[in-house]
């Protein structure tokens, strides 16, 4: 009787114990569903542990993510930072107010203000993909870091349409090109950046991983979030900030080109900043807004997609570049800035030099205006 009770008593706590340990394994598989994406990485959560599987660690630690690419950043913002102070004074203090220099500051403001924020993300790279700065600061500097780099690009294009003007259309130039028309389309620029920030600063962008103990700044985000919110944003930028510009440039410039060449004169000032300007849109930027897009619209990749992270984050580095070969453009494109940036850089005060500058830059510019004119006339009494 004894071991039939005793044998009961076991039989009961077993069935206690089974049935104890099941619910518990309920929340486990459903913790375990929830999906969060490392940008091309999938996060592996568990309850209330979070992190990656054995070749995405490798990869997130791998000194391509850790010490390479904050060295390109540091690179970039090493140059930039630099030229473009050095553009923005000459702009400001040395250059006469004109509707095409209100356009070159403000591209030279969007680089700044782009390459203030890479500091940030060289101490981040650096400390392991690690942020310590909290949430409002992460999203503060992603929102300047995207957009000011597309505020860089509609500058760009305004510059090429403003020069398109200036050169095919000279009689359409004074009415076109005056300061009330650059004040709009600074406006407008800045417009777009702004409407660029609000999504990133709007939402969510460290997250917190327990395997390895980092919080990650705008490299995870939920899933749902990313089909349904960041790719019709990125998708957005890509084709208003990016695509339509970019087509502008190319129109611009193939049209100055032809200017030129029917004309008769040199053009190899032109091809040189038209290369330059290519340069800039084709190396520095179009990778990054490709593997931009194939990062969030593609969520199938083998591997939970890490094959596109590394390429994806090494393309975004080269695109700050882009801040680095705007100053040279301005070199370029005028002769008044050469100029004046070599007196800067010598210390010059030479009042002398720089109105025979002024003078010859105005005498040049009119000469140019005068054969441009010549042959918008001889052109229409061809046709």
Known sequence: MMRMFLGVMLFVTLLMSVCSDSPSARPADECSSMAVRLRAFQLKRSCNFTTLNEKQLKEIRAPITVL??????LLAFSVGLPSNMLALWVLVFRTKPQPSTTLLINLTVADCLLLLALPFRIVYH???NHWELGEASCRIVMAMFYGNMYGSVLCLALVALDRYIALVH???A???RSRRTSLYMTAAVWLAVLGAMLPLLLSQQTYVLDEPRITTCHDALPEEEQENYFLPY???LFTVCFLLPFLVVVFCHAAVLRTLMAEGKRYGHAVR???LVLLVFIVCLLPSNLLLLLTYANTSFDGDGEDI????MVSLAISTFNSCIDPFIFYFVSVEFREKARDVLCCRKNTKSSNHV??????????????VTLLSRSSRSDV
Do not use: E
């Open 273 to 275: 900043v038209t290369v």
């Open 358 to 371: 002024s003078y010859s830059s105005s005498s040049s510019s009119s000469g140019l205006r005068s054969k």
């Open 68 to 73: 390479y690419l904050p060295m390109l950043y």
């Open 174 to 176: 004074k009415t076109l």
């Open 234 to 236: 990125f998708a957005t």
């Open 309 to 312: 992270y590394v390429p994806y």
């Open 170 to 172: 000279p009689f359409g």
């Open 126 to 128: 650096f400390r392991g």
